[in-house]
Structure formats: C-alpha cells, structure tokens
C-alpha cells in the first residue's frame, strides 16, 4: 500500500504537467500567429494619394524598369475589378514591392504608397505575399 501512493502521486503530477504544458503551447501558438500577422505586409496605394501621383507611379510600376506583372488588372485579368485607379495601383504597387523588397525596393512610390498589414485581396484577385 506504501508503494502505490508515491506511484498514483507521481502520476498525478505528471498529468498536471502536461495540462500545463498543452496550455501554456496554446497561447505560444496563438502569439505566434499574431506575430507571424504582423510581419506579413502589403503595398498598397495611400488615400492620400492624388490621381496624377498615383496614375504617374501606376505606369512607372507596371513599365519594364519597374517590373511589375500588371496583366492581372488588364480589362481581362482576374483584378480588373475593381476598375479604380487605386485599385489597380494598390496591385502594382504590391507585386513591385513583393519582388523587389529583397533587394531593396521601397514601398513609397513617390509618398503615393503605404505598408499594411490586412490582406487587400479580395474576391478571386489574390495580392501576393513573399517571403
């Protein structure tokens, strides 16, 4: 009877043990994420932003120094609608940063543009997000 005392103790502790560590690795997973959200950025255009500033940023965006894949919000591309001017620039101006951030591309566009940390995709037209 000595014997199973120490023994049903030592698994009681245990399984206390592992309650707490199932728990406490549940809020770890849930700082992570908010975390791993927060580092995750996009390029979008500024609402204060003015038609020219944007259109002018748009086509340095979308030309061949700027390097941007804008087919996606040509009139048949699945980000075409949208048909706005920030729109369609807030695009551009993502697939620009996303591939050239590495390298040291900015998101600035000449003030026209900001980092955000929401998602802009919307409906089929999915913004990218590179690592």
């Not at 009681?12 to 707490?20: D, N």
């Not at 255009?45 to 940023?57: H, N, R, Y």
């Not at 920030?86 to 620009?96: E, G, I, L, P, V």
């Amino acid at each position: 009877m000595m014997r199973t005392f120490p023994t049903k103790l030592l698994l009681l502790l245990s399984s206390l043990m592992l309650i707490m560590i199932l728990a406490t690795s549940g809020s770890v997973l849930e700082v992570d994420r908010e975390q791993q959200q927060q580092q995750q950025q996009w390029c979008v255009a500024s609402d204060k932003a003015t038609d020219e500033g944007l259109q002018e940023a748009l086509d340095w965006a979308c030309s061949t120094q700027g390097g941007a894949n804008c087919s996606s919000i040509q009139p048949s591309g699945i980000c075409f609608l949208p048909n706005t001017l920030k729109d369609h620039a807030s695009f551009a101006f993502n697939d620009y940063w996303q591939k050239f951030k590495g390298q040291g591309g900015t998101c600035d566009f000449k003030g026209s543009a900001l980092l955000v940390h929401a998602d802009p995709s919307h409906d089929l037209c999915a913004f990218p997000l590179l690592p």
